[in-house]
């Protein structure tokens, strides 16, 4: 299995731009994450989704959308790129079946804007 | 969500055992216990989980108190590879539910 995949893993951008961020997991998870980790910081969650069709916001939302319209796929779109977004972006899926199980991660995503 | 609490860094030394506490003072008792660790420039990797019961993986071993209020990771001979942030953290195993980070623990591992 090659668990949970992010592209792109490194990516500039200029203030303004818009991109959006993949990732996708074959695990047949429903749950979905993604985070964003400053340089030297901790992880703080962005949003969440629980199955496909369903999203809730995190610890810091404003600036990023979500969508899930299947189970194997949760993008992150940043809407207007800012140098505040310069962070790596994680992504992870837990199983919907034991929620006592951990979140499987992704290598990450690292994103400077300049 | 229910907190947790860690001390922000700690030293050990190779080949000895390492003992990581948690503290969550406000538990509920359907929260699981998950502990998970972050190797330098890498995504968080899944160490270990429980509910009440001392829990044994191939990667550590997991106390947790009677009361269920504090934790802790054991790391039975630590290696330099051992070095990085271990999370600890409380997933609600009765609903949907999302996981937050706190600050972790900085493990630094002498020779």
């Known amino acids: 299995n090659a668990g949970v995949t992010q592209t792109p893993k490194f990516q500039v951008l200029k203030t303004g731009q818009s991109m959006t961020l993949q990732c996708a997991q074959d695990m047949n998870h429903e749950y979905m994450s993604w985070y964003r980790q400053d340089p030297g910081m901790g992880l703080r969650l962005i949003h969440y989704s629980v199955g496909a069709g369903i999203t809730d916001q995190g610890e810091v939302p404003n600036g990023y959308n979500v969508s899930r319209s299947t189970t194997e796929d949760f993008p992150l779109r940043l809407l207007s790129a800012a140098p505040s977004q310069t962070s790596v972006y994680f992504c992870?899926?837990?199983?919907?079946?034991?929620?006592?199980?951990?979140?499987?991660f992704g290598s990450g995503t690292r994103l400077t804007v300049v | 969500d229910a907190k947790t609490t860690q001390p922000n860094s700690m030293e050990s030394n190779e080949e000895e055992p390492v003992h990581l506490p948690c503290n969550h003072s406000t538990i509920s008792g359907t929260d699981y216990i998950h502990w998970y660790r972050q190797l330098p420039s890498q995504g968080p990797e899944y160490v270990i989980h429980g509910l009440t019961s001392n829990v044994n993986n191939r990667m550590a071993s997991l106390a947790i108190a009677e009361d269920r209020k504090s934790s802790t990771l054991i790391l039975h001979r630590a290696t330099l590879r051992d070095a990085a942030v271990y999370y600890c953290?409380?997933?609600?195993?009765?609903?949907?539910?999302?996981?937050?980070f706190g600050s972790g623990t900085r493990l630094s591992i002498r020779p």
């Open positions: 953290i409380l997933r609600d195993g009765s609903s949907a539910s999302k996981i937050i």
């Open positions: 992870a899926s837990s199983s919907h079946l034991d929620r006592a199980y951990g979140y499987t």
